[in-house]
């Protein structure tokens, strides 16, 4: 089975906090994304990564940065938490480009920042 | 700029039949997915449609009018299972995907 696993499901964390979550997919996948979603608005797109040690940014990257050292793994950090960034984040992966693949999506990370 | 809507919440009945709404406003279409998300779940994907018409999967089908910018997800013999909430996304012309917000769907006994 497809499987797309994210390393916190629940975490709690201050203002200036820094703050990673981690992304891990086992179907040899290139290409990795990381979302936010809000109530009341679409996924939107913070990251994502076409290769190892590539990255691009999506519609709202500020405040955010992403690791991916390995095909495997992909990092979403907030250098320095903030409120505002109180979200449930979504790793997604796919073989294809996102636009005609289907996505594998992990179960989620919800953040609360404090 | 780029719109997708889609109705907030429906409610149906167990057995029943559902039509979920999805209309788009972008700048060009290159697709369009729908995927299915349990509370508390991970999204998974339910269909993907490029051309006009009605693609059948089992229970639940998915159509496409590109000239009226417009989508539908129907889902038949409605089982308590099948209350999630289901989004619909767009490919546009930089084959960017663009999200709705989702509807979400309660199945009642």
């Known amino acids: 089975d497809v499987k797309v696993t994210q390393s916190s499901r629940y975490l709690v964390k201050r203002t200036g906090e820094k703050v990673f979550l981690e992304c891990v997919q086992d179907m040899d996948h290139e290409n990795m994304f990381w979302y936010r979603q809000d109530p009341g608005l679409g996924l939107r797109l913070i990251y994502f990564s076409y290769d190892v040690k590539m990255k691009e940014k999506g519609d709202i990257p500020e405040g955010y940065s992403v690791s991916r050292e390995k095909k495997e793994r992909f990092s979403l950090i907030l250098e320095s938490a903030s409120t505002n960034q109180t979200s449930m984040y979504l790793c997604?992966?796919?073989?294809?480009?996102?636009?005609?693949?289907?996505?594998?999506f992990g179960e989620g990370s919800r953040l609360t920042v404090l | 700029g780029q719109n997708i809507d889609q109705p907030t919440e429906m409610t149906a009945t167990e057995g029943a039949i559902v039509q979920i709404n999805c209309t788009y406003q972008t700048s060009g279409f290159n697709g369009l997915f729908w995927y299915q998300q349990h509370a508390g779940e991970a999204p998974t994907f339910l269909s993907y449609?490029?051309l006009d018409g009605l693609e059948e999967k089992g229970r639940f089908s998915s159509f496409l009018s590109r000239s009226k910018g417009y989508s539908y997800l129907l889902l038949k013999e409605l089982q308590m299972k099948d209350s999630a909430s289901y989004l619909c996304a767009v490919v546009d012309s930089n084959y960017q995907l663009i999200w709705g917000a989702g509807t979400k769907l309660i199945i009642k006994p």
């Open positions: 997604a992966s796919t073989s294809g480009k996102a636009d005609t693949g289907e996505l594998f």
């Open positions: 449609n490029v």
